[in-house]
């Protein structure tokens, strides 16, 4: 069972939105602004929503295939699609028109299953009229992709079972639900053992203020609802998750001149972080004189694999680890393609780790999950 929040925890869950009179605004002026207000990824006034977060090769390629609609439609703050897919049922929250899912449908191939969730009518509706376009460009006999109107905070009534789910994505989503600690407890409901949480969202430097909280444009843009990075830290670990990974971040612009006067003295970003599900997991790195070879067996990475922006695991060369990266490695789909040497059995104390820190001009900083 999750450990109960601790007080800094609390203090973060007891600042949502607590009652479903205000949840139900909130959704109805996301749902708005997403439904009517914008008409393409060229209406909005940041790239909180929409940065431009360079594709690796295989999914450029991907990208090549999808409706031209669906990518105009696209509102998205990174590229939260992971390698190694081939079979898997993904779930997107948050899918929208469904750039992604088309482009998990491509990569988990005919046997696999890509479920995408929204509470958006008219998102869902320009993502199901383009069902079959990608099937057939895909040459699948059937889709593999079905698409939802539901909530994030709410799975189960959106009929996702207790771990059913290989791989739970979301691209700039989770910001906008005023309950993130449902939306967490509800992805590590549904995951599988082992299973991974894959997302791209907005982040801050520090806590937004309230009044900032209200603001219908911030909130559609995505960073009224950015996450402070400590109290996303504390939040996984209530819900019993002790270790995460950045795998990627990047400061973000806003290009209206208003809402940079609003918001001028926090500092935000785009992350995309890897979480698993995984019994064992410890709330240090420890070192257990552990060591890691890449296979080189995953076709999208033949030569390196970036697990996050501080292990990037070279072909054949040998990489210590900490005891929770070795349980990444070994107890995941990664597992055959990677050979990891040792056990738990000896203890060497805390890994010698190097802190990943992005130190922004006013001194903020962000550091990962993890410090290995």
Do not use: W
């Not at 696999?112 to 869902?124: A, F, H, K, S």
């Not at 005023?178 to 407890?185: A, G, L, Q, T």
């Not at 002790?242 to 006067?261: C, F, H, M, Q, W």
């Not at 349980?327 to 055959?336: E, G, V």
Request: hydrophobic letters at 35%.
């Amino acid at each position: 069972m999750p450990e109960q929040a601790a007080p800094a925890a609390e203090h973060y869950l007891k600042e949502r939105v607590n009652t479903m009179s205000t949840n139900g605004v909130i959704h109805e002026g996301i749902r708005e602004y997403y439904g009517s207000v914008l008409k393409s990824n060229k209406d909005l006034k940041s790239n909180a929503c929409c940065t431009a977060e360079k594709l690796p090769a295989h999914l450029k390629e991907i990208l090549n295939d999808i409706h031209p609609e669906i990518i105009d439609k696209f509102y998205g703050c990174g590229s939260p699609i992971p390698e190694c897919l081939e079979g898997l049922t993904v779930l997107d929250l948050g899918c929208g028109s469904g750039r992604d899912c088309f482009m998990l449908s491509k990569l988990v191939g005919p046997n696999g299953r890509v479920i995408g969730i929204d509470m958006t009518e008219e998102q869902l509706s320009v993502a199901r009229s383009h069902i079959e376009y990608h099937r057939k460009k895909f040459g699948y006999q059937h889709s593999n992709i079905e698409f939802k109107k539901g909530y994030i905070e709410n799975l189960r009534e959106a009929g996702i079972e207790d771990e059913s789910v290989d791989l739970v994505v979301s691209n700039c989503v989770i910001n906008l639900s005023p309950y993130k600690d449902r939306v967490f407890r509800e992805i590590f409901r549904v995951l599988k053992p082992g299973g991974e949480l894959y997302f791209s969202d907005v982040f801050a430097a520090r806590r937004i203020p309230e009044e900032l909280k209200q603001d219908k444009v911030l909130m559609g843009e995505c960073i009224a609802g950015a996450m402070y990075t400590e109290d996303f830290r504390r939040l996984l670990h209530s819900v019993g998750i002790r270790d995460y990974r950045i795998v990627s971040e990047t400061p973000l612009e806003i290009n209206s001149a208003d809402l940079k006067r609003k918001v001028e003295a926090i500092n935000f970003y785009s992350m995309t972080v890897r979480a698993f599900k995984l019994s064992g997991l410890e709330d240090r790195c420890e070192n257990y004189g552990q060591v890691a070879y890449y296979r080189g067996t995953i076709p999208e990475a033949p030569t390196i694999f970036v697990l996050d922006n501080h292990h990037v695991f070279e072909n054949g060369l040998a990489f210590p680890v900490c005891g929770n990266t070795a349980l990444m490695l070994s107890r995941t789909r990664y597992a055959k393609h990677f050979n990891v040497v040792g056990d738990t059995s000896v203890h060497y104390g805390l890994f010698p780790c190097k802190e990943s820190n992005t130190v922004y001009q006013n001194g903020d900083s962000s550091k990962s999950g993890a410090c290995c």
